[in-house]
């Protein structure tokens, strides 16, 4: 997973959106990453932004 150092986020006007994740859409073929990758790294993503107390729906 890629780390972007030097970007800033207003965590009083941003959450975290995710879609699209249910068992019918991963349990497909996915291109240009394998599911199992992407739903990995949201779940990364996801844990990140509850850490710092910022919004995940």
Do not use: H
Request: aromatic share 6%.
């Amino acid at each position: 997973m890629t780390v972007m150092k030097d970007t800033l986020i207003d965590r009083s006007k941003t959450a975290l959106v995710v879609i699209d994740l249910q068992k019918g859409i991963v349990g497909r073929q996915t291109v240009p990453y394998a599911s199992d990758i992407v739903v990995k790294n949201t779940a990364a993503l996801a844990e990140a932004f509850r850490t710092i107390g910022m919004p995940v729906f």
